[in-house]
């Protein structure tokens, strides 16, 4: 079993910043892929950002050049570092991980979601 726990969310003004995190715990042979994804209400989920376990990342138009998501691989856990952030950055945030729990079986798990709110 494993399980992804976020912390970061919360209450802040435009222009401000906030800095989630996700450390992934539990059957862990190998964790790869780690992301962040967010879902504003009466929105579809959408891709913020992704990272590899080699560093290799990507990023949602909307939020390139001020978003930053990093890893650390002993920990097991993703960062995001948030700067920047405008009113419609307001949205729920769920960190998603993927990867090996044994070597013959997979996962791909999602947080339980932290909530952003930028007041404008």
């Known amino acids: 079993q494993v399980q992804l726990v976020e912390s970061g969310g919360g209450l802040v003004q435009s222009g401000g910043s906030l800095r989630l995190s996700c450390a992934a715990s539990g059957s862990l042979f190998s964790v790869n892929n780690m992301g962040w994804y967010r879902q504003a209400p009466g929105k579809q989920r959408e891709l913020v950002a992704t990272?590899?376990?080699?560093?290799?990342?990507e990023y949602a138009d909307s939020v390139k050049g001020r978003f930053t998501i990093s890893r650390d691989n002993a920990k097991n856990t993703v960062y995001l570092q948030m700067n920047s952030l405008k009113a419609e950055d307001t949205a729920v945030y769920y960190c998603?991980?993927?990867?090996?729990?044994?070597?013959?079986?997979?996962?791909?798990?999602w947080g339980q979601g932290t909530q952003v709110t930028v007041s404008s």
């Open positions: 990272v590899t376990r080699g560093g290799s990342t």
């Open positions: 998603r991980a993927g990867g090996l729990a044994t070597l013959l079986r997979t996962f791909d798990v």
